[in-house]
């Protein structure tokens, strides 16, 4: 896309490049494109041709010498140099001619090939190439016989291949993949010489030869034709009306870049040559056929990709067309408006420049194929985030785990739609689209086959055609609920306009098919991002200290961006907002602080904002699903359509130069060597040459264009404009010049810097994420982050990681070098464990077990094993592939908090890491290795659930202890025990526990986050009386140890006569040997305050807490459950913890009804139950006699006694304070607490049970306690199944 344009200048072309072949240096073998036969490794090529090739390291020389590469020069560019792009002679010459030098003879085709490139600049700035490719016959005779020289040679070789027996290999023949095939001498020979051979004096040769313009701007259009006009006056047996040389200095010096908004005409050699330019409010200029896109890949295919590249995926695409390669990155790209493309970007990679597959960052990069090898040959260094589009098969292979782009459904219709409309089949056409031929649409013979009376549907006569994409659609199309009835294919433009086009109409129907699927996806973004402004963090301090801290800003509130969107958009906004396209972009909105300062896309697409804003007068921040489609298609149009129509410049006509005689001369058929004097200089009196202007403007114009402006002066501002482009990146482009061993070296310190940055970056983001909140929850406002935005940190994580294990990778195996690693170290290691070891293989022995708080001598900890983990892993069937497969692993690795120590085990093995990685990898770079662990090594700091909460449906064993008190020892205890372990996802049912031992494993699904403990016994034997201390539960895959305190007697006749309990627990934390201090984030629920100088009670010894604090402690408990329902659905923690766990809601009421309670006897307990019952009775009683005649407290009554009714006659074996506590959970469910509050303060049995100066007493106490318990009736409260097990309410 053409965005910032590198030039100070306005003229149309900054350079006329010709390359080939140089006579005077001779025939030089390429070696860099020689490389690229590691790539090609084939073994019998090219069927017409019929000729053998070794594949010994891809040598170039075993190829026919035909078929060899050779290198190709630059022979002349004119001007010599323009000062605003200096002239790059290295790549231009590599991206002119990408495979250098190819020869033919009269019995190949020898058509001309047209392809554009780009060349990237270090500012991100870019320049344009269009280069026509043909051949020439070679004249040199030096030439000639050197090839004849290279086939006796060749021959002579391939006729000793052919006749050597299958021998024992030697070593050179070990690293062919297949022995060699023998085959019968004579028909081979004589096959090599029909086909293989170059007679000097029968044949004659041709070689390639390229011209090429350079240009600020992309007019493809526009510079083909000049091109192929140019090279149509060479091979025509008329000469051209002037020489050459005014042709190309016109359009070098005399032709200008339309200005915005307007249309240009200028003279080719044979016919006029129209480009237009949108105007300021317009979609930036594209001249690139999507059409062509659309058909080489179908709509769902180009969805995808569309996808891949927003998430800053790698991108490698893959055609033997060059010119394919850039159709397909351009479009890309220009449909993302208005985000831009921030990474490597290099639409045709050079052969050379191979290696650079290896680049551990995002790229778009486009790879050349021999049309021969199929995909599985392609030996690519990194593949689990690869997105590979094989365009010339119509085929497409996705990275695992791609989220959906949102309504994709409705959108594909609609850009079938219009596709159709011009006669693109939305499944894509791939014969429709050959580079060589210009981009035909197909409407005409069908309005023609309207004429002959085929009239119904206008689809009619391409149903016949397109029955299986129109069959397709049409489902699509019941499941969105558009009719395609509606859809008219539009007759050509002539029929129907009457507007006369100065350019041709194939052209013309490019520039709206162009315009209307541009439009159509500038339309989603302007849709979904309609509110962004709202959400963008404004920097509080000036923007120059804004920019050296902005690495650790946040520029966007993407927590409160996500809570907006609809539910289905999230997998993929949340990983979008992660990109640095999407920072970029927010980034250049906090520079600009008017709309004169905005950059182009910026402020187009903030006017399209604002429109949409106008137009649906709607709460800003209320989202919906609902699909709207593009509106302003007609508007785009209508511009493009005006500016062809009337042509707004014209540019002077070429006219015969101050030549020599006998100059311009030309011999058919050859480029001729053109005249330097006359073309290296520009007219002096030249309005658009800009030659009279001062540097500065010129910068100043420059910046225009970058127009990425703060309020600074000019350099400043120059390198911020720097700094911000190179934000998050390092490398746009390779240096496309020698590579020595030492710019590559240099090229991939570049890349370790950039990776540990990365993950610098990484880390603290997900920390502050995590941490931020947790701090917020110890107090400092609230929120929590799990869900969407915690799973996209964690996926970015997991491709951060795949990149590092694959930069300098020797040994490819699989998609995911780093499960690929891990499994080399698994195998070593199990080969080395020897048999009579300790334990199995890979454990880490006693020494380095975690102990573990509380419970610790109840259950020793889990052994640390790598390879322990690698197993549970592979144990899981769900998990198909090596990506999967490794990033399961860094996820149960987080959640271990093991990673770092992990990949510190894995990498410690430094004989496998050299046998895997190369020399400049960044796994062999030792003191970045160091930080990177460093870095990871702060994840422990946070708790992550991220293994737990997404392999939900995975079997996992777990271990239940039960902790029996030491101070009466339960060894006299008969009664058999079983408990019932819930979690966040399910319950395991009720499972007996033996008497003897206490402790059971057993295996379920996945139970997610431990909430409650159900334990009891089955009161049986002469001693069934037993004071528990608590149970521990341990998952033994993820380690994570629960306790549920209990503290409580189980048994008939003592504490409060329960022989069942639930028991509410939390996480332990495991600490290290060296650090015995608790180091770990609180757990949940608990809040801060003064909560936590209550001391825990037990029955027998009840602290006695003033009003003050057991107001403070009803307070602390609703504020908790409030909080609760305040938070994203995804991201509550558990509600039992809330109300039953330490310090909640049925610990607060207990407070409330335990002050002031007289306790009647010495030795008797009284329970707050005793007293309910006595309210209960005294309340039935009084039903009874119908002594209040109001209507509410009736009421009231009604639901209290029906409660305890209820709870009373329960099959199950609760005691006082167990029905006490199903009593509160009920009346918060139902919103019934503050009514029985208010019954029981009124309740004569309550003067009769509590002292004067009880809280329950007090008037305004009371009042104030009933309306903090009002504040739970707007929560829909949803009980744990165990808390309400055997109440039928």
């Known amino acids: 896309m053409t965005t910032g344009f590198s030039s100070g200048s306005s003229r149309f072309a900054d350079y006329f490049v010709i390359c080939g072949l140089d006579t005077e240096s001779g025939l030089e073998p390429d070696e860099l494109s020689a490389l690229c036969q590691y790539i090609e490794d084939t073994k019998f090529r090219d069927g017409a041709r019929g000729k053998l090739a070794r594949s010994n390291e891809g040598e170039n020389f075993e190829q026919s010498p035909l078929r060899r590469t050779f290198k190709s020069k630059v022979l002349a560019h004119y001007p010599d140099n323009v000062e605003w792009n200096p002239f790059d002679q290295d790549a231009v010459g590599m991206l002119c001619m990408p495979k250098g030098l190819s020869f033919r003879t009269q019995v190949d ?13 270090e500012d991100g700035s870019r320049t344009y190439g269009f280069a026509l490719t043909f051949f020439e016959e070679v004249t040199s005779k030096q030439i000639c016989s050197a090839m004849q020289t290279l086939y006796h040679m060749h021959n002579a070789e391939q006729y000793d291949i052919l006749h050597t027996p299958t021998s024992p290999q030697g070593p ?100 006029p040559i129209v480009c237009q330019r949108p105007s300021t409010s317009e979609l930036p200029l ?10 080489l890949l179908g709509v769902e295919n180009v969805l995808q990709l569309f996808t891949c590249a927003l998430l800053e995926l790698q991108i490698l695409l893959y055609s033997q067309h060059y010119q394919r390669l850039m159709t397909v990155a351009e479009s890309i790209t220009a449909l993302m408006f208005p985000f831009q493309w921030q990474h490597v970007y290099v639409p045709i990679l050079p052969a050379s420049l191979l290696h650079f597959l290896d680049a551990p960052v995002p790229y778009l990069m486009g790879l050349h194929s021999n049309g021969q090898d199929d995909r599985t040959k392609l030996e690519l260094p990194q593949e689990a985030n690869l997105c590979f589009v094989d365009i010339d098969n119509h085929f497409i292979e996705l990275p695992e785990e791609l989220p959906q782009f949102p309504n994709k459904l409705e959108f594909i219709q609609e850009i079938s739609e219009v596709l159709m409309s ?69 007759e050509d433009a002539s029929c129907n306009k009457d507007v006369r086009a100065q350019c041709d109409e194939e052209e013309l129907k490019m520039h709206q098919l162009n315009i209307q699927v541009r439009e159509v996806f500038a339309n989603r973004f302007t849709q979904m991002f309609a509110d962004y402004e709202v959400f963008v963090i404004q920097p509080s301090h000036d923007k120059e200290s804004w920019f050296t801290n902005r690495d650790q800003m946040q520029n966007f509130d993407k927590a409160s961006f996500l809570s907006d969107q609809p539910e289905p958009y999230l997998p993929f906004l949340s990983r979008f907002l992660e990109t640095q396209m999407f920072a970029s972009f927010i980034d250049g909105k906090i520079l600009c602080h008017d709309d004169e300062e905005k950059e182009h896309t910026l402020r187009v697409f903030d006017a399209r904002v604002d429109k949409i804003r106008m137009l649906n007068v709607r709460t800003p921040t209320l989202r919906t699903s609902m699909y709207q489609k593009c509106t302003n298609i007609e508007e785009a149009e209508k511009a493009i359509e005006m500016r062809v129509a009337k042509i707004d410049h014209t540019a002077l006509h070429p006219h015969l130069l101050d030549m020599k005689i006998g100059q311009g001369r030309y011999e058919q058929g050859f480029f001729p060597r053109l005249q330097s004097d006359v073309l290296s200089t520009g007219p002096t009196s030249n309005k658009w040459a800009k030659r009279s202007a001062p540097a500065q403007w010129r910068r100043r114009d420059r910046q225009k264009q970058h127009a990425e402006h703060l309020y600074l002066d000019n350099d400043q501002r120059e390198k911020y404009i720097q700094e911000a482009r190179n934000l998050g990146t390092t490398i746009r482009q390779p240096k496309l010049s020698n590579l020595s061993p030492s710019v590559i070296a240099q090229t991939n310190w570049k890349f370790v810097e950039g990776l540990l940055k990365e993950c610098r970056n990484k880390t603290k983001r997900m920390l502050v994420e995590k941490m931020g909140r947790e701090a917020v929850e110890l107090g400092h406002g609230e929120v929590s982050i799990t869900g969407v935005e915690e799973n996209t940190l964690i996926a970015s994580l997991c491709d951060l990681l795949e990149r590092i294990w694959s930069h300098g990778l020797q040994v490819k195996q699989g998609k995911s070098a780093l499960w690929s690693h891990l499994l080399h170290y698994q195998d070593s290691k199990e080969k080395n464990a020897t048999p009579g070891g300790l334990g199995p293989p890979g454990f880490i022995h006693d020494t380095e077990r975690r102990k573990s708080d509380g419970g610790g001598s109840a259950m020793p900890p889990l052994r640390i094993s790598l390879i322990q983990d690698m197993r549970h892993i592979q144990n899981i069937g769900e998990i198909k592939t090596d990506v999967g497969k490794a990033r399961a692993w860094v996820r149960l690795s987080m959640e271990k908090k093991l990673l770092s120590r992990h990949l510190k085990q894995l990498l410690s093995d430094h004989e496998l890491t050299k046998k895997l990685y190369k020399r400049y990898a960044f796994l062999r770079c030792d003191d970045e290795k160091e930080q990177f662990l460093y870095h990871l090594l702060s994840f422990n700091a946070v708790d992550y659930f991220c293994f737990t909460n997404v392999f939900t449906t995975i079997m996992i064993p777990y271990h239940v202890v039960i902790v029996p008190s030491k101070k009466l020892g339960g060894s006299m205890f008969t009664a058999n025990p079983w408990v019932c372990v819930s979690g966040e996802l399910s319950e395991t049912g009720v499972l007996q526990v033996p008497r003897n031992t206490l402790e059971i ?31 521990v539960v341990r998952n033994e895959i993820t380690g994570h140890t629960y306790k549920f305190p209990c503290g409580r007697w189980l048994g008939k006749g003592v504490d409060d006569g329960s022989l069942e309990r639930i028991l509410v627990g939390e996480l332990m934390t495991p600490t290290t040997e ?87 006897r010495l030795f008797k307990n009284v329970f707050i139950w005793d007293f309910l019952e006595k309210a209960q009775v005294y309340f039935e009683s009084a039903e009874q006699r119908e002594a209040t005649p109001d209507e509410n407290w009736q009421t009231r009554v009604r639901h209290f006694c029906r409660f305890m009714r209820a709870i009373n006659s329960t099959s199950r074996n609760i005691g006082k304070d167990g029905k006490f506590q199903m009593l509160v959970c009920l009346g918060a469910r139902d919103h019934l607490l503050h009514h029985w509050i208010a019954l029981l303060a009124d309740c004569p049995i309550t003067s009769q049970m509590y002292e004067d100066t009880a809280l329950i007493k007090d008037r305004s106490l009371v009042n104030s306690l009933i309306r903090v318990l009002q504040t739970l009736q707007e929560f829909n409260i949803t009980l744990e199944a165990s808390l309400v097990k055997g109440v039928g309410i």
């Not at 602390?1116 to 923690?1133: M, S």
Request: hydrophobic residues 35%; charged residues 20%.
């Open 109 to 121: 085709s020898r058509e001309p090939q047209f392809h554009s490139f780009i060349i990237t600049r």
């Open 172 to 271: 050179e023949d070990q690293r062919l993949p297949q022995p060699r095939p023998v085959l019968h001498a004579a028909p081979a020979i004589s096959r090599l010489q029909r086909f293989n051979s170059y007679d000097i004096s029968r044949d004659t040769l041709y070689v390639s030869k390229c011209i090429c313009l350079i240009t600020p701007m992309a007019f493809a259009q526009a510079c083909r034709k000049v091109l192929e006009q140019l090279h149509q006056a060479v091979t025509s047996p008329q000469p051209p009306p002037l020489p050459l040389e005014s042709y190309i200095y016109n359009i070098l010096y005399e032709v200008p870049l339309p200005p915005s908004g307007r249309s240009l005409k200028f003279s080719g050699v044979y016919g």
């Open 286 to 295: 594209f001249d690139f056929a999507i059409s062509e896109m659309f058909n």
């Open 422 to 490: 011009f006669g693109v089949s939305p499944e894509g056409n791939i014969h429709s689209s050959e580079s060589q031929a210009r981009y035909r649409f197909r409407p005409v013979d069908m309005v023609s086959d309207k004429r002959n009376g085929n009239l119904g549907s206008p689809l009619s006569s391409y149903l016949l055609r397109e029955n299986e994409t129109i069959a397709r659609l049409q489902a699509l199309v019941k499941r969105t609920g558009v009719s395609l009835e509606k859809l008219e294919v539009r």
């Open 1001 to 1031: 494993t057993f295996e379920c699904q996945n139970l997610g986050k431990l909430t409650t403990v159900q334990m009891g016994h089955d009161n049986s034997g002469l001693y069934a009386k037993w004071l528990v201390e608590c149970v």
């Open 1074 to 1160: 060296n650090d015995e201090r608790m180091c770990r984030t609180p757990p949940m629920q608990q809040s801060p305050g003064m909560m936590r100088r209550f001391v825990t009670i037990s029955p027998s010894s009840k602290p006695k807490l003033n009003t003050g604090q057991i107001q403070e402690g009803v307070g602390e408990a609703i504020n908790g459950i409030v909080k609760h329902f305040h938070k994203p659905e995804k991201e509550r923690g558990s509600l039992t913890l809330l109300l039953c766990g330490e310090y909640g809601l049925v610990w607060a009421l207990e407070q409330v009804f335990q002050h002031g309670f007289k306790s009647p």
